[in-house]
Every structure is written in C-alpha cells, then in structure tokens.
C-alpha cells in the first residue's frame, strides 16, 4: 500500500511531529531564548520572529499541532528556529539594555549562530516575519550580512493603518484593549475558540516597541527596504484591519523592495491579522514553504539534481 503525503507528514492529522525544544544561550552577555523544531536533512532553515505581545509560542499554535509552523514545516524538509526577539522571553528583564536597534540586530544574528552551530542548514537561512517582528526581519535583511540570506517574508504590517486601526488608537481609556483585541483577532471565527484573544500565547512587550512605530513605518522601513537584496514575499490577511491593504498601499509596500530581485505578494484568505494563529494557518504555513522552497532553487539551481527522489 502505498503511504500518503499526509500520513508520511502529520500534515493531515496526529503523527510523528517534529519535537519542539526550548533553548537559553548567551549572546553578549544577554540570555536569549527561542524554540527549534529540527528537520532531519534540512532544504533551509526557517528563522521565525513573532509580533508584539506574544513570543515564539506564536508559532506553536497551543493545543493545534498542524497549525504550527513548529510542527508541520520539519515534515517538508525544513528546520524552524522561532526567537524569542529581543525584549521577549528570557531577554525580558534586559529591554533597556537593547532598545536600540542595532543592538537588537546583532542579539538576532548571535542567536542564530550560536543555536544554529553546526547543525545542518541545507541551502540556508529564511526569515520568516510577523506584525512588529517584521522591523526585525527587514533590519536583518538591510545588514550586510542579509545578504546570504535565502529571502524573506513579512505578514501583517504596512506603512499606513487601516482606518479602523486609526479610530482605535486615538481613543484612551479602558476601551482601547477591548477595541483593540478586535483589530488583532475579529473575524472570530477565523480562529479555534480556545486560540481567539491570544491570552494562550500573550507576554508582556517591551517599551521600545511603544515608540519605535512612527518613526519605523515613516522614516526606516522605505529606506531599509531598498537595501534588501534577496527575494521577499509579503501576505496580506483577508482580514487585515490594522494595516491598509487597498491596491494603491499595496502597490507602494511592493515598491519598497526595489533593489529586491524578487517581490511577491501573497493574499491569504480566510485569515486574520494573526495570520499563524487561525484556522487557515496550515495553508499559509504551507504557501511560505513553497517560496522557501522556491528560493533555493535560485540560490542553487543545481539543487534539485542531488537530491535523492
């Protein structure tokens, strides 16, 4: 008989999931933490940076094996590093120390090598972004060591708010949180009931993230974004209401990336802002998979003709 795509993976079902570890190393002095599902022979590596208010747990969606990157990505080759960023998780104590950008830069990058060491990366490293994680990835991608990157992609972010987002934030009061919530996480039933609010994988954000937006969206991204040199895909939620998704905005985002050899934009439908949270989460999953598969094929055009069939 013969076996199925989807019993071999996990991907339809509960199987032999990659195991998810937790790791602390040291990186300048500061302790920094992050998850690793490892694949047993890796096409790349997958670098993961969750958004705000949550940490890498983001990408093992609780209690919904298959609707985490963790735990179906290895079973197609590839290897998922999820960081706790910088302010987050075990680094949590040390947020005033590394506020400043480029500190934040270099912890990502050391973590990176120190969790990564020896172990095989296949034809590289992917960064994979979402909502504020995505300041992260494009300062990681606009370094000069961003180049050796396999390419990168960004999900839940833009340049404008939507104008709903815009009501919401210019409102004070215990309302905000609630009003809020409901950017982040409405329609509910685009996600398990258990997952909707996100109180399964909330932590508390740093301050710098308070007062890094303004300046980020109007001054740093567009100009980071032209540095980048490897390809970049950016999802757009059906249901995005925190950033302006119109044709005109998307058209300018797409622009950014000018010097990037590739630009795609991807629309995932049935999907909220927590795009790796919802119950389209496997079909997203599976879609940055696909353009990580298809950027190492460019990096390596060769690669298909050692692989084993």
């Known amino acids: 008989m ?6 071999r993976t ?3 079902g509960p199987g032999d999931e990659a195991p998810v570890s937790t ?3 040291e990186v300048d002095g500061i302790p920094m933490s992050a998850l690793l599902a490892e694949a047993s022979d890796p096409r790349a590596v997958i670098v993961a940076l969750h958004g705000g208010a949550t940490t890498s747990a983001y990408f093992d969606c609780p209690g919904h094996p298959r609707l985490s990157l963790l735990r179906t990505a290895p079973a197609l080759g590839f290897t998922v590093l999820a960081l ?3 302010g987050y998780g075990s680094s949590a104590p040390f947020a005033t120390e590394i506020s400043a950008a480029e ?8 973590v990176v090598e120190r969790l990564l060491g020896a172990r095989p990366r296949g034809a590289g490293v992917f960064v994979l972004a979402h909502s504020a994680g995505c300041e992260l990835a494009v300062r990681m991608a606009a370094d000069v060591r961003g180049a050796d990157l396999l390419g990168v992609e960004l999900s839940g972010t833009g340049r404008e708010h939507h104008a709903d987002a815009v009501r919401v934030l210019s409102v004070a009061g215990q309302d905000r949180g609630a009003r809020l919530r409901e950017l982040l996480w409405e329609p509910s039933a685009l996600y398990p009931p258990e997952i909707f609010g996100g109180a399964a994988i909330a932590a508390r954000g740093p301050m710098y993230e308070a007062t890094m937006m303004p300046t980020w969206t ?5 100009r980071l ?11 757009v939620a059906a249901h995005e209401r925190v950033w302006r998704t119109d044709r005109l905005a998307l058209a300018e985002m797409l622009a950014l990336f000018a010097g990037a ?11 909220g802002h927590n795009i790796s949270m919802g119950h389209s989460a496997t079909a997203y999953h599976l879609k940055v998979m696909s353009f990580v598969e298809e950027c190492v094929l460019v990096r390596d055009p060769a690669i298909w003709r050692r692989s084993p069939s």
């Open 2 to 7: 013969t076996e199925s795509i989807g019993a």
């Open 261 to 271: 050899p590739r630009v795609v934009l991807n629309e995932q439908a049935d999907s």
């Open 23 to 25: 790791h602390v190393v």
């Open 218 to 222: 109007t001054h740093d991204f567009p």
């Open 225 to 235: 974004a032209a540095r980048i040199a490897v390809p970049v895909q950016l999802t």
């Open 10 to 12: 996990g991907l339809l």
């Open 103 to 110: 500190r934040r830069v270099e912890l990502a990058y050391g």
């Open 84 to 86: 706790d960023r910088p």
